[in-house]
């Protein structure tokens, strides 16, 4: 795993072992008054986007483009595909086991499952959108196209980290570290799929 797998790791566990410190609860207060004050139709948009990134679109998402891939006869980058979403809802289900953080209190009605921390809909999108990016990012010739991807996945995951909490459904801290986790598996799944292209070279 690369440094930016690292450096994300780092930021899970920071998070996570902070948790119940007053400097989070102040960071996770302060969003959620920003995010109070946002125009209605934010929050219209915040429903929205709260479906695209359960866990059933976005394994179907996952599915689609892998079977394609499979199909044009990269099988290994459909492999990767699949780890990487599928793999991410399930370590945040365990995660979710383990550390059994409530909801917000008078959070939103759409259909949250399970407790609060990681954000399954920030670990999930990020870990899908992400493989997506570097699966394009490593195939572009031009360093513009390339960053334009990675800005792209940093505006589709900004979006992910400002809705949850505007619902109500998830303090900043869960979608903090739903993300930096979903980074650090997309980061140990390019290793995998790195050391599996290697090997078939040999």
Same mark, same amino acid.
């Not at 102040?26 to 429903?47: E, T």
């Given at each position: 795993m690369k440094w930016p797998g690292w450096i994300a790791a780092t930021v899970?566990?920071?998070?996570?072992?902070? #948790?119940?410190?007053p400097q989070? $609860? +102040?960071?996770?207060?302060?969003? /959620?008054? &920003? *995010?109070?004050?946002?125009? @209605?139709? /934010? *929050?219209? /948009?915040?429903?929205?986007w709260d479906l695209a990134g359960k866990a059933l679109p976005t394994l179907g998402i996952a599915a689609l483009v892998a079977a394609l891939a499979w199909r044009a006869g990269r099988q290994r980058d459909a492999g990767f595909l699949m780890l990487a979403a599928a793999g991410a809802w399930g370590v945040n289900g365990a995660l979710k086991l383990v550390v059994e953080r409530p909801r917000p209190p008078g959070m939103a009605d759409v259909g949250t499952f399970g407790s609060s921390f990681p954000s399954g809909h920030a670990m999930? =999108?990020?870990?899908?959108?992400?493989?997506? $990016? !570097?699966?394009? $990012?490593? %195939? *572009?010739q031009r360093p513009g196209a390339r960053i334009a991807v990675w800005l792209a996945l940093a505006a589709w995951l900004t979006l992910t980290a #400002? =809705? %949850?909490?505007?619902? &109500?459904?998830?303090?900043?801290?869960?979608? #903090?570290? &739903?993300? @930096? +986790?979903? #980074?650090? !598996?997309? +980061?140990l799944c390019v290793s995998w799929h790195a050391r599996s292209m290697g090997n078939e070279c040999q």
């Open positions: 899970f566990v920071a998070v996570a072992t902070g #948790l119940n410190t989070m $609860a +102040a960071l996770d207060q302060s969003v /959620f008054r &920003g *995010l109070a004050a946002a125009p @209605a139709p /934010f *929050l219209s /948009f915040a429903y929205g999930g =999108t990020t870990a899908l959108y992400a493989a997506l $990016a !570097w699966l394009l $990012a490593s %195939r *572009l #400002l =809705t %949850r909490p505007a619902l &109500g459904v998830h303090y900043f801290s869960d979608v #903090l570290a &739903g993300t @930096a +986790a979903g #980074l650090a !598996w997309v +980061a």
